[in-house]
């Protein structure tokens, strides 16, 4: 649907979302249903509303389904935070990936 919707569901160690990241999602999804960036005055009530409801309702879907939420912003909205988990993702993406090819070789000699 919308890349800046980022997956909230978290393994149990990976840690607990947070209410920042839900209401960051929630923006996001009623920007993309509604077709405003931003509301005029006479929709921003209804606009608010939306997202606060659907932040909730991510919150109590996440907590359902196992990944805790924790009070808190969300991470990627600080430029540091942000710049140091996405520099950590490439070095975890490319592990399993270099197992495997290590483990493809050794099958192949």
């Known amino acids: 649907m919308c890349r800046s919707i980022r997956q909230l569901r978290r393994a149990p160690d990976a840690g607990p979302a947070t209410t920042g990241e839900a209401e960051a999602a929630a923006l996001q999804y009623v920007r993309k249903v509604s077709g405003f960036r931003a509301p ?12 606060a409801e659907i932040a909730a309702i991510t919150e109590r879907l996440l907590a359902e389904t196992g990944t805790q939420v924790a009070a808190g912003p969300d991470p990627f909205a600080d430029p540091i935070t942000r710049k140091a988990i996405l520099a950590a993702r490439p070095a975890r993406a490319a592990r399993p990936r270099a197992a495997a090819q290590a483990h493809n070789e050794e099958a192949s000699a």
């Open 40 to 51: 005029s005055a006479r929709h921003e009530v209804a606009f608010a509303a939306a997202v």
